[in-house]
């Protein structure tokens, strides 16, 4: 475990992470993590799967929404995109 010290960056604090302890999380640079404080003021950082999408659910309701009602309409179209396999 390493002490660091937290900086300013704008409205935020910042913490480095050491590189060994990111190496121990599969941490790299452009990873995502969830950072949460717990009731006794614990920080807990967990790293995010890259596949896990960062929109918003009520975005993401709205899209499953629209290819429900087009659905036939958007496959007759992905026939003729030539990169989409059927």
């Known amino acids: 475990m390493a002490i660091r010290r937290l900086r300013r960056d704008g409205n935020s604090l910042v913490v480095t992470i050491p ?3 990111a190496d121990k999380a599969h941490l ?10 717990d009731e006794a003021g614990c920080l807990h950082i967990h790293s995010v ?9 009520d975005f993401i309701a709205i899209g499953k929404k629209v290819i429900d009602e087009d659905r036939s ?3 007759r179209l992905a ?3 030539p990169e989409i396999e059927p």
């Open 19 to 21: 590189p060994e302890e």
């Open 79 to 81: 026939a003729y995109d």
């Open 49 to 57: 799967p890259t596949r896990q999408t960062r929109a918003r659910p």
């Open 28 to 37: 790299v640079e452009g990873s995502y993590v969830e950072v949460e404080a």
């Open 73 to 75: 309409l958007l496959e």
